[in-house]
């Protein structure tokens, strides 16, 4: 188990003493591991250097050392580090299962959508980029004074953008899955609900959900009473807008659960008999067909409606934005030449339909 939550908090909520959860896989209990990622590490491994040519940069233009060093760390490296590590031990083939506690809602979804978004940069810009720097590298370096990237800048941009895309294939695929664990709030749920239209957007699978910190119903006070009933109108809202998932109901219990053996107790009780580890089956979130006429390209968009969603085509990307965020789609090269005939949002779904372009047809 590790986190991409830079609070690091998995060693608390363990029970482990301090510095006994490392950079490397610790055992808590028997075929349990803990592991906190060092993001110094991997940093030095994935960034030096672009961070090099950075702060070649920045001394140019006379910046003081230590800010410069600074400003050179990208935003949310640590989760980003953090998702390097889990390929590597997903790839190591020594772990049956491997459970990430992801940092809060906004940071989450930012992350899960960098793979892509450096994607579409790689291929597009990149390619360019490097060969007009290439070509024009010694006129810009006399005229401007600041050094041009080198051949190793780019090089660390691609591995960097590999190594994410890898994660992405492996976060979005059929082995596995998220799940979303909310308390019985308006506020919450309605993040909650965000969250699960935006992961869907991305590509990634919700198989469940945890409702947690649920009021005991019996014995009751006038002021518990209050609440118990306010939950349990929002818990009816959670069944409505998580409709096909399992929820899992975790009371509020009379202690906090810290520790393998009441973190055992606690998952015992939340899941019963059901099988904790087990996902969701059937068709992925994305996924496109073909007919006679034309295609249909199946993105599952839940508790949206039409009017939420916005659609265009920019070349071979189709474009699509729910609210604050935006996936571009590349369109297999069957769909790059084929136009867009409609869509729509249907039962969580939207769907675009794409048909051959008569022009396309003249011009063959």
Do not use: K
């Given at each position: 188990?590790?986190?991409?939550?830079?609070?690091?908090?998995?060693?608390?909520?363990?029970?482990?003493?301090?510095?006994?959860?490392?950079?490397?896989?610790?055992?808590?209990?028997?075929?349990?591991?803990?592991?906190?990622?060092?993001?110094?590490?991997?940093?030095?491994?994935?960034?030096?250097?672009?961070?090099?040519?950075?702060?070649?940069?920045?001394?140019?233009?006379?910046?003081?050392?230590?800010?410069?060093?600074?400003?050179?760390?990208?935003?949310?490296?640590?989760?980003?580090?953090?998702?390097?590590?889990?390929?590597?031990?997903?790839?190591?083939?020594?772990?049956?299962?491997?459970?990430?506690?992801?940092?809060?809602?906004?940071?989450?979804?930012?992350?899960?959508?960098?793979?892509?978004?450096?994607?579409?940069y790689m291929h597009?810009?990149?390619?360019?980029?490097?060969?007009v720097v290439k070509?024009?590298?010694?006129?810009?370096?006399?005229?401007?004074?600041?050094?041009?990237?080198?051949?190793?800048?780019?090089?660390?941009?691609?591995?960097?953008?590999?190594?994410?895309?890898?994660?992405?294939?492996?976060?979005?695929?059929?082995?596995?899955?998220?799940?979303?664990?909310?308390?019985?709030?308006?506020?919450?749920?309605?993040?909650?609900?965000?969250?699960?239209?935006?992961?869907?957007?991305?590509?990634?699978?919700?198989?469940?959900?945890?409702?947690?910190?649920?009021?005991?119903?019996?014995?009751?006070?006038?002021?518990?009473?209050?609440?118990?009933?306010?939950?349990?109108?929002?818990?009816?809202?959670?069944?409505?807008?998580?409709?096909?998932?399992?929820?899992?109901?975790?009371?509020?219990?009379?202690?906090?659960?810290?520790?393998?053996?009441?973190?055992?107790?606690?998952?015992?009780?939340?899941?019963?008999?059901?099988?904790?580890?087990?996902?969701?089956?059937?068709?992925?979130?994305?996924?496109?067909?073909?007919?006679?006429?034309?295609?249909?390209?199946?993105?599952?968009?839940?508790?949206?409606?039409?009017?939420?969603?916005?659609?265009?085509?920019?070349?071979?990307?189709?474009?699509?934005?729910?609210?604050?965020?935006?996936?571009?789609?590349?369109?297999?090269?069957?769909?790059?030449?084929?136009?867009?005939?409609?869509?729509?949002?249907?039962?969580?779904?939207?769907?675009v339909r794409f048909?051959?372009?008569?022009?396309?047809?003249?011009?063959?």
């Open positions: 188990m590790l986190s991409t939550d830079a609070a690091h908090s998995l060693a608390d909520a363990f029970g482990c003493t301090p510095g006994s959860i490392g950079a490397e896989p610790s055992e808590v209990a028997d075929r349990l591991f803990v592991q906190q990622v060092d993001a110094q590490l991997r940093f030095e491994q994935s960034w030096a250097d672009i961070q090099r040519y950075l702060l070649s940069i920045l001394d140019v233009a006379g910046l003081d050392p230590v800010a410069a060093e600074e400003l050179t760390v990208i935003p949310g490296a640590e989760e980003v580090l953090a998702l390097l590590e889990l390929r590597l031990q997903a790839t190591s083939g020594a772990w049956d299962v491997i459970v990430v506690d992801c940092a809060p809602t906004a940071e989450t979804l930012r992350l899960l959508a960098l793979p892509e978004a450096l994607g579409w597009r810009v990149l390619p360019v980029e490097r060969r070509a024009l590298r010694p006129v810009l370096s006399r005229a401007a004074g600041v050094p041009m990237p080198g051949d190793g800048v780019f090089d660390a941009l691609e591995r960097l953008h590999a190594e994410l895309d890898e994660v992405r294939g492996l976060l979005s695929g059929p082995d596995a899955s998220v799940r979303i664990v909310l308390t019985p709030e308006n506020v919450v749920l309605a993040e909650a609900r965000r969250a699960y239209t935006s992961l869907s957007l991305f590509g990634y699978r919700v198989d469940g959900v945890v409702a947690n910190r649920i009021f005991p119903a019996d014995g009751a006070d006038d002021w518990r009473a209050g609440w118990v009933m306010a939950q349990d109108e929002v818990l009816e809202r959670v069944t409505e807008s998580f409709a096909g998932l399992p929820i899992w109901r975790s009371p509020y219990r009379p202690g906090e659960p810290v520790g393998v053996a009441a973190l055992t107790a606690l998952a015992r009780e939340l899941y019963d008999d059901a099988d904790p580890l087990a996902t969701s089956s059937g068709p992925g979130p994305f996924r496109i067909s073909s007919g006679e006429h034309g295609a249909v390209l199946r993105l599952s968009l839940p508790l949206v409606s039409s009017a939420e969603v916005h659609l265009a085509r920019n070349g071979d990307d189709l474009v699509v934005t729910v609210g604050s965020y935006r996936r571009l789609i590349t369109l297999p090269s069957g769909l790059a030449r084929y136009r867009v005939a409609g869509a729509r949002v249907e039962q969580g779904e939207l769907q048909v051959e372009d008569p022009a396309d047809e003249t011009g063959r």
